[in-house]
């Protein structure tokens, strides 16, 4: 906001509008005016003006809000002599307005603790709001909020303090941590029973706990935790209470990290945690499934908290701490009727079959087998369908999801029990009396499961169980009818083993094949046949093909369809090679002649209509045709692929301005010259004429990415080089205009992260060619101005092209012209070493997140490997330029700080050593 500083009286016109004009027009104007307002100076005193004049809610949440937000992230415009006043002009403003609404005294609390944070001279902020507050019991409640947020706020995002003021601030609350929890028992003691004010202590207690700095000893004796789990015991107790409990007990149980060294606390927190067994059971009576769902959360913390010990030393009742009493309470909870409650538990029965799995002990297992065969009884119950479900198991529904997520739980657990033996069982218990549909349809779907985990040779149950899914009869209920035909579609590698089921299983599968309601899971069954049994599939390769031409009078999802296509190009591919180039035209011809169609055709409204469901099918058979070709063989394919040719180019050409169209283009081709390699260079030059065509105008980023996928295949062939270098240069010149408007880098991630897939393929099959071209200096420059670009892939395909083109100059892969890459990474690096090493260090302190770190390192090693000195030097320069404090004062970092982090990069023998250093380093900035 530029010009002078607008009155209050327009400022609260705007708040009101914002709030209360009918027009959705008038309110996104006085959004937007009033976002610049509090990016603009005038926003500090303008907040303050309007929390003293107490107008209204709306425009004092609006100036606390805006206090908070320009301390978080403004504080720098501040003098530090302003501190003191602002602090107390805050904690007046939190004082006089504490009854006026919730969240404006939220938003006062937060800013006066990131004011705490950020102001170095505040010393001791924790025992002074203590000696000031805590007396008078009106001030309580936005004592308690300060107290609540502050531990909050340490590790917030927003505020970028840095690790050096971050320890300090952890040290001063932890100093005076006794005297908070002192605080929270006498507030109780002088309120009673009060329902909010114990939310409020219990809330600000979780929240010094999982900041980790209350003294456990101190915590073990005191009066609270007596407090905390008799609210907990109490049938009375309401559910935000109940919840605020539970939230406080988690953060207890989270916070002991190790038992051994917190043995008092963690005795009484386990001890406390089993006094809830009957309260959960009251919780199950009434029916109060918040409270079930709470205590299920907490005997799951108790269980994660607990897990080594009950690893290392696991034992009954009152035996140390791997008492598995713990798991008792947790295999209660899978008993409820709601899946939801069990739901809760899936991740600690995940790390716990992960502990066992490493510690590879029989005797161990053997204690934990029990537990884990209850728990898949309770999770097969669990996934019954209502006894009145109609149709087929919805898989995209939320019960749909818990039984995907059971299935991938059993696959990880199931070792413990051992697949055989659970898979047996699971059958055995069909095969007892005649059970309801519904426990049959579960029983199957757990076994479905786990059937790949099955060893497939001499294994009767498997060969019984298929035998009895094939004879099942048309009139079970369709959804049994429909996880049968799942289980026999993960039960390919038994049918590989067992020739003489193959045609009964196809059959089977050809049957549900007809039914709309099955047609697809029949579909994916088939695939799973094609992928598992490849020779034995040739035999039925024209039944493939007639299913293939008549794909579309079934009832398939797309998904479905596509993945038969898979599994008959996986058959495909293991054709004697003479046959395989008439049959691979048969499987395209159906899509091609659709395409034809379409090409010729204009529906009424003008537009084309869609091809992209053909496209798709193409692309699968290309992707999945993978014959073994000897050296001197012409590819079978590479007749197919130029027959096709003319119809992709003239998709492309009609639908060059539909970019999901062609993307699907640019795979298909993608495919088509990954299947036929070195075959396809017929296709090299009028390709590339088109991509650069239609480019020029339609900068889709996926003929960059394609470009790639040449510059991968025909990038050493001499012939070759100088025509996709005259591809690249021709496609450079629309990108580096897109990328220089503004905002353009991170407006267009995808044609950044293609742009550098395609000049790393040249490094890695042509270095010379691209290093002799003009166009080079030009990708450096753009690659230095993506450093600082938040996109996952975007950046990591940056860094990947810097790392790969300096390492290019000590590879020794090819000889003949080692010396000219030497030669221009020395000269690459003399003009851009210093901008690189410090635009790097800069991004990761200032804009990247931490996960790009390693691929920042790797650049810094294959500096370092190729000129240590020089990286020496350019790193101490970029250090020497960092900010050392920031505007409140703080110490960012230290001379020492900055002496040991040179040091331990310039020093590193691995890669890893540097990423270390980095991660440690940029925490000083964050």
């Known amino acids: 906001m530029e010009g002078n500083k607008p009155s209050l009286a327009l400022v609260y016109r705007a708040v009101q509008a914002l709030y209360h004009d009918p027009d959705p027009a008038g309110k996104e104007q006085a959004s937007v005016w009033l976002g610049e307002l509090q990016r603009s100076m005038y926003a500090w005193e303008i907040a303050d003006q309007l929390l003293q004049l107490q107008q209204d809610v709306e425009s004092c949440y609006f100036a606390a809000q805006t206090m908070k937000m320009k301390i978080q992230t403004s504080f720098y415009e501040l003098p530090a002599e302003t501190y003191t006043a602002l602090r107390d002009s805050l904690l007046s403003h939190i004082q006089n307005l504490k009854d006026l609404s919730p969240i404006i005294v939220t938003q006062l609390a937060l800013a006066i603790a990131d004011l705490a944070l950020q102001m170095t001279s505040w010393k001791g902020c924790v025992q002074t709001l203590i000696e000031k507050y805590s007396s008078d019991i009106s001030s309580m409640p936005f004592l308690m909020e300060i107290l609540t947020v502050l531990p909050e706020e340490v590790h917030s995002r927003s505020l970028r303090i840095g690790t050096n003021r971050r320890t300090e601030i952890i040290e001063d609350l932890r100093l005076y941590s006794n005297s908070v929890v002192t605080l929270l028992v006498s507030c109780i003691e002088k309120t009673g029973n009060n329902e909010k004010m114990l939310m409020k202590v219990f809330r600000c207690l979780s929240s010094w706990f999982n900041l980790g700095v209350l003294d456990h000893n101190f915590m073990a004796?005191?009066?609270?935790?007596?407090?905390?789990?008799?609210?907990?015991?109490?049938?009375?107790?309401?559910t935000n209470l109940h919840e605020a409990a539970s939230d406080c007990v988690c953060a207890a149980l989270y916070a002991i990290e190790n038992v051994d060294s917190n043995l008092p606390l963690a005795l009484q927190l386990f001890q406390g945690v089993l006094t809830l067994e009957t309260a959960y059971h009251m919780s199950v009576?009434?029916?109060?499934?918040?409270?079930?769902?709470?205590?299920?959360?907490?005997?799951?913390?108790?269980?994660?908290?607990?897990?080594?010990?009950?690893?290392?030393?696991?034992?009954?009742?009152g035996q140390g701490m791997g008492d598995l009493r713990s798991?008792?309470?947790?295999?209660?909870?899978?008993?409820?009727?709601?899946?939801?409650?069990?739901?809760?538990?899936?991740?600690?029965?995940?790390?716990?079959?992960?502990?066992?799995?490493?510690?590879?002990?029989?005797?161990?297992?053997?204690?934990?087998?029990?537990?884990?065969?209850?728990?898949?009884?309770?999770?097969?119950?669990?996934?019954?369908?209502?006894?009145?479900?109609?149709?087929?198991?919805e898989v995209t529904d939320d019960f749909g999801e818990f039984r995907m997520r059971v299935s991938d739980l059993v696959k990880d657990i199931v070792f413990l029990v051992g697949s055989v033996e659970c898979f047996s069982q699971?059958?055995?218990?069909?095969?007892?009396?005649?059970?309801?549909?519904?426990?049959?349809?579960?029983?199957?779907?757990?076994?479905?499961?786990?059937?790949?985990?099955?060893?497939?040779?001499?294994?009767?149950?498997?060969?019984?169980?298929?035998?009895?899914?094939?004879?099942?009869?048309?009139?079970?209920?369709?959804?049994?009818?429909?996880?049968?035909?799942?289980?026999?579609?993960?039960?390919?590698?038994?049918?590989?083993?067992?020739?003489?089921?193959?045609?009964?299983?196809?059959?089977?599968?050809?049957?549900?094949?007809?039914?709309?309601?099955?047609?697809?899971?029949s579909a994916k069954a088939i695939h799973n046949m094609c992928s598992a049994c490849r020779d034995l599939m040739i035999q039925h390769f024209q039944t493939l093909l007639d299913i293939a031409h008549a794909l579309d009078s079934f009832f398939l999802s797309s998904e479905a369809a596509v993945g038969l296509l898979k599994g008959t190009a996986f058959v495909l591919a293991r054709l004697p090679l003479e046959k395989i180039a008439k049959c691979m035209s048969d499987l395209c011809s159906l899509q091609v002649m659709v395409l034809k169609k379409l090409l010729a055709q204009q529906t009424s409204n003008g537009k084309s209509a869609d091809p992209t469901v053909w496209l798709d099918r193409l692309a699968v058979i290309f992707r999945h045709t993978n014959p073994i070709v000897e050296n001197g063989q012409?590819?079978?394919?590479?007749?197919?692929?130029?027959?096709?040719?003319?119809?992709?180019?003239?998709?492309?050409?009609?639908?060059?301005?539909?970019?999901?169209?062609?993307?699907?283009?640019?795979?298909?081709?993608?495919?088509?010259?990954?299947?036929?390699?070195?075959?396809s260079a017929s296709l090299l030059q009028p390709l590339v004429t088109q991509m650069v065509g239609v480019y020029q105008q339609y900068p889709h980023s996926c003929f960059l990415y394609l470009g790639s996928i040449l510059v991968d295949e025909y990038g050493m062939e001499d012939g070759c080089?100088?025509?996709?270098?005259?591809?690249?240069?021709?496609?450079?010149?629309?990108?580096?205009?897109?990328?220089?408007?503004?905002?353009?880098?991170?407006?267009?991630?995808?044609?950044?992260?293609?742009?550098?897939?395609?000049?790393?393929?040249?490094?890695?099959?042509?270095?010379?060619?691209?290093?002799?071209?003009?166009?080079?200096?030009?990708?450096?420059?753009?690659?230095?101005?993506?450093?600082?670009?938040?996109?996952?892939d975007a950046n990591c395909s940056v860094m990947k092209f810097i790392r790969d083109l300096i390492h290019s100059g000590v590879a020794r892969d090819r000889e003949e012209d080692c010396h000219v890459r030497k030669e221009f990474i020395s000269q690459a690096l003399a003009q851009h070493g210093q901008q690189l090493?410090?635009?790097?260090?800069?991004?990761?302190?200032?804009?990247?997140?931490?996960?790009?770190?390693?691929?920042?390192?790797?650049?810094?090693?294959?500096?370092?490997?190729?000129?240590?000195?020089?990286?020496?030097?350019?790193?101490?320069?970029?250090?020497?330029?960092?900010?050392?404090?920031?505007?409140?004062?703080?110490?960012?970092?230290?001379?020492?700080?900055?002496?040991?982090?040179?040091?331990?990069?310039?020093?590193?023998?691995?890669?890893?050593?540097?990423c270390w250093a980095i991660r440690d380093f940029t925490r000083l900035y964050r």
């Open 837 to 914: 090493v410090t635009q790097l260090l800069h991004s990761c302190c200032f804009c990247l997140p931490s996960y790009t770190l390693p691929d920042v390192a790797e650049v810094y090693f294959e500096m370092m490997l190729f000129e240590r000195p020089a990286f020496c030097r350019w790193l101490e320069n970029t250090l020497k330029g960092l900010p050392k404090e920031t505007a409140g004062g703080v110490v960012t970092v230290t001379h020492k700080q900055l002496t040991d982090f040179h040091k331990q990069v310039t020093s590193a023998e691995e890669c890893k050593q540097v």
């Open 221 to 238: 004796s005191n009066q609270l935790l007596v407090i905390l789990f008799q609210v907990l015991q109490r049938d009375e107790t309401t």
């Open 426 to 521: 699971l059958y055995a218990t069909l095969k007892e009396g005649n059970p309801p549909w519904e426990v049959t349809e579960a029983v199957l779907f757990i076994m479905a499961a786990i059937a790949r985990s099955v060893s497939p040779e001499n294994n009767p149950t498997l060969l019984e169980v298929l035998e009895q899914v094939v004879l099942l009869p048309q009139t079970i209920h369709i959804a049994v009818r429909y996880t049968s035909i799942d289980l026999v579609g993960e039960m390919g590698e038994v049918i590989d083993h067992n020739p003489r089921f193959l045609d009964p299983v196809l059959n089977y599968l050809m049957k549900g094949l007809r039914e709309k309601a099955l047609s697809s899971v």
């Open 327 to 393: 798991l008792e309470l947790l295999l209660i909870c899978t008993g409820h009727p709601q899946y939801e409650v069990v739901e809760i538990s899936f991740n600690f029965w995940y790390r716990l079959g992960e502990h066992l799995y490493k510690t590879n002990d029989v005797m161990l297992h053997g204690i934990f087998r029990p537990y884990i065969q209850r728990l898949l009884h309770g999770l097969a119950h669990h996934c019954q369908l209502d006894p009145d479900h109609e149709g087929i198991p």
């Open 285 to 317: 009576a009434r029916e109060d499934l918040d409270k079930v769902l709470n205590y299920c959360r907490i005997f799951t913390e108790l269980c994660e908290t607990f897990l080594e010990a009950m690893v290392r030393s696991p034992g009954s009742p």
């Open 721 to 792: 080089r100088q025509g996709l270098l005259d591809m690249l240069q021709a496609l450079c010149v629309p990108t580096f205009q897109l990328l220089e408007q503004p905002n353009g880098l991170r407006n267009h991630p995808d044609t950044v992260d293609d742009l550098f897939r395609l000049v790393t393929r040249f490094i890695q099959r042509s270095p010379v060619t691209l290093m002799n071209s003009l166009v080079i200096v030009h990708i450096i420059q753009c690659a230095i101005a993506a450093f600082t670009l938040d996109h996952r």
């Open 634 to 679: 012409t590819h079978p394919c590479q007749k197919v692929i130029q027959e096709i040719w003319p119809v992709l180019s003239e998709t492309l050409n009609k639908y060059q301005a539909d970019n999901r169209v062609v993307e699907r283009c640019c795979r298909c081709l993608r495919f088509a010259v990954r299947c036929v390699g070195k075959g």
